[in-house]
């Protein structure tokens, strides 16, 4: 099957003016104004009123949490309190049924927003919800978009004087069973890959330095990605120096975590020397900016990281310190916060176009996605300016980030239409706002 993508208004790659052409899933030629394929098609899409760029990869996420956006209990609150109100709701009333629907909700929102790729980071596993990341592979699978599942962890309860409550946490050797059972099951490291595995311990101060190094071992004997939270808050680095005698990334480096497989989550209060390293180390870290200016927790260096060698992604982090997950959304909010950061001149929107592709590409350790290049997966979204925001725009691929796109008309993920008319083609968009709505009131009604 040979699909034409003719003559786009923008798109967000390099002589390809007169378009694209897909052939079996993957980008095959890229064509300058005026040119035609070179051997015949089978399909042709006039793109012609659309801005089409490479499908957005999200790095972290925390889907479950759908089901508490603007909580009573945990808005207007810095992450450990927030985190200290929600660790309850959550061990209540999180079960396979409502985390199914957080997860269908989440990855719905994503696809929409023009996201092709998601990752998530798990970790609550309380009693019954054993089977969380093989639920996310089935929803995954039926909506059609590209997810790393991650099989995160936390063993410190308050008991141990970690945060969350005993009913969310498992102990090591169950966790470390369970990491290698979804690593067989479902993790695959082929070009072109829908599913792949990554290990996440939650945190420095939610899980045992054991757990970190056995994740490391189980990553090398899979060739698998690891991740985890790190540097997002002050509270944290108290929390090590009191604990670990030492910061967050002394402590990483202590577990053997300072190596190429890892991408790290938010990555803000690093110094000087900590940003060489992890440079030095090429490990990858996740802008969160949405919920890092929710939760008031500070201002990712983005600029120092690339610089250093670190691979930049983005993330819109967990719908609770979000309260979307719309993907696109986060690329406008990563403008606005690098400029207050840095200056206007210093971050464009093509430098967040390249953390929410080629650079959340690499933190997942994908070649074969992020880019609008022959060779690379057939993963696209096409967005239309027809809406009242963009009237008078002048520039289409900077319109879409400086005018605040929230959805796109249509998104392939390997050369197949996941989206048509800005509608899933795989999902009841009411049915499932009904249904969702009806399990996130649990959550309130357990205040």
Known sequence: MRTWIKTPLAVLAENAAGGIVIEDGRITELLPSGATPSSPVDETFDASSHVVIPGLVNTHHHFFQTLTRAHPSAINKELFPWLEALYPIWARNVTPETFRLGTRLALTELLMSGCTTAADHHYLFPQGLENAIDIQVEEATRLGIRMTVTRGSMNLSRKDGGLPPDSVVQDEDTILADCERVLSRYHDASEGAQIQV???????????????????????????????????????????????????VDYLEECGWLN???????????????????????????????????????????KELEAAGSPVGLGVDGSASNDNSNLMESLRHALMINRLTYDAASVTHFDTYRWATEGSARCLGRKDIGAIEIGRQADLAFYTLDELRFSGSGDPLAALILCGAHTADRVMVGGDWKVVDATPVHMDIARLRHEHGEAARRFLDAL
């Open 198 to 248: 990554a290990l996440a311990p939650c945190a420095p101060f939610t899980v045992t330095k054991r757990l970190m190094r056995e994740s490391v071992s189980l990553a090398e004997r899979f060739d698998c990605r690891l991740h985890t939270h790190l540097g997002e808050t002050v509270d944290e680095d108290d929390y090590c120096l009191h604990n670990f005698q030492c910061r967050p």
């Open 260 to 302: 190429e497989r890892v991408w790290l989550a938010h990555g803000i209060h690093f110094t000087d020397d900590e940003i060489k390293r992890l440079g030095h180390a090429c490990v990858g870290v996740c802008h969160c900016p949405t919920s890092n200016m929710t939760l008031a927790s500070g201002q990712c260096r983005t």
